[in-house]
């Protein structure tokens, strides 16, 4: 519990918070679509407790500003950078209200951001990035079977390893097209060649790319999953909750195993 703040007000948040993410989860990884009403009844909870924290001299408004400000702010950068969606970005902006500091109490590794948005974000970042070293994985384990991966495709080695990283192969007639999976194939000048960030923008376009592959008789390609990133911010979340910020505690190991040697 936060010193000065009722133990009521901290389960309200962590309890809206918790509720929040998995239901948005859940629609998510469903039909990539979540209702804007999640986040503004989320955020609005967090706004009322975080006046009433503000009321009761817990919360300085000037540091209340600064978490919910900063967050907000990292959230529309990589938003606006296309590097994940809005209900991503309003995910995390109803999460600075609802969570702008840390919990009262002390999570495994002890080591949180005083930004806590911050702390699920960056926890949430480590395990999308587990999920490349999985598809890498299933990948080389179908290559150890013998499964020719890029056939048809002479793309030079380090494209092809990207898209070891983020894509798999599978047959065309199984792919389910956007909002879920896009093709990392495109035909250029009747030749098939490997896109390493497909076009998100218009489902439109990446339907004709679907569509040209199979005109061309191509039966098998490699698609990208979109990576369900509200799921990732309920996974950082609770990662954050029980063991606190993971890539900030392994900074401060590797800082001081760097100061011992």
């Keep these: 519990m936060i010193p000065g703040l009722p133990s009521i007000v901290e389960a309200i948040r962590l309890t809206a918070s918790i509720l ?5 989860s859940v629609r998510d990884i469903k039909t990539r679509e979540v209702s804007d ?15 009433y924290a503000v009321f009761l001299g817990v919360y300085r408004p000037l540091g209340l500003l600064a978490s919910i400000g900063i967050s907000t702010l990292l959230a529309y950068v990589i938003a606006y950078l296309g590097l994940f969606g809005g209900a991503d970005f309003k995910a995390l902006t109803a999460l600075s209200l609802l969570l702008p500091h840390p919990p009262g109490f002390s999570p495994l590794l002890g080591v949180v951001s005083p930004l806590y948005p911050l702390t699920i974000f960056s926890n949430s970042v480590l395990a999308g990035a587990s999920l490349s070293i999985l598809i890498l994985l299933r990948n080389l ?35 389910r097209g956007p909002p879920f999976e896009y093709s990392l194939e495109i035909l250029e000048d009747g030749c098939r060649r490997l896109v390493l960030m497909p076009s998100l923008e218009s489902d439109e376009e990446a339907i004709r790319v679907l569509r040209e ?3 061309v008789g191509v039966s098998e390609i490699w ?6 990133f509200l799921l990732l911010i309920a996974i950082g979340l609770f ?3 029980i063991l606190g910020d993971i890539p900030l505690w392994l900074i401060f190991k590797l800082l001081g195993a760097g100061k011992m040697g």
């Design 20 to 24: 929040m993410l998995l239901y948005a």
């Design 37 to 51: 009403l999640v986040w503004l009844l989320g955020g609005s909870i967090g706004f009322a407790l975080d006046l």
């Design 141 to 175: 384990l179908k290559a150890l079977r013998g499964v020719s991966l890029f056939e048809g495709l002479s793309d030079p080695w380090w494209r092809k390893l990207l898209v070891l990283l983020s894509g798999f192969r599978k047959p065309l007639s199984s792919v």
């Design 213 to 215: 592959l199979r005109d």
């Design 223 to 228: 698609v990208s999953s979109t990576l369900p």
């Design 239 to 241: 990662f954050s909750l």
